[in-house]
């Protein structure tokens, strides 16, 4: 079992920054690949950014260059940069774990943290 936290969502200008976090607990965070997903009002939820448990990162196409995904395996932490923000950002962000292995193994969804971009 793992057990999610995400934190760091709120209100922000279009063009502003924003660092969503993800604390995990209960099993072998380093083992699990991470990833970011969204999703807005009537719409289904979608990968933002992940990162393999080797590190190996990859983005939706909306987001390339404007947001960066890393972890911190000593913190049992993974973290969204989110840069030059825009309205269509705006979405409940939530953080995902998944893992195959027999000591990690399945699908686990944190909270989820409201983004807002705004003026």
């Known amino acids: 079992q793992v057990q999610l936290v995400e934190s760091g969502g709120g209100l922000v200008q279009p063009g502003g920054s924003l660092r969503l976090s993800c604390a995990a607990s209960g099993s072998i965070f380093t083992l699990y690949a991470m990833a970011w997903y969204r999703q807005a009002p009537g719409k289904q939820r979608d990968l933002v950014a992940a990162?393999?448990?080797?590190?190996?990162?990859n983005y939706a196409d909306s987001v390339k260059g404007r947001f960066t995904v890393s972890r911190d395996n000593a913190k049992n932490t993974v973290y969204l940069q989110m840069n030059s923000l825009k309205p269509e950002d705006t979405a409940v962000y939530y953080c995902?774990?998944?893992?195959?292995?027999?000591?990690?193994?399945?699908?686990?969804w944190g909270q989820g943290t409201q983004v807002t971009v705004s003026s």
């Open positions: 995902n774990a998944h893992g195959d292995r027999p000591v990690a193994r399945g699908n686990y």
């Open positions: 990162i393999t448990d080797g590190g190996i990162t």
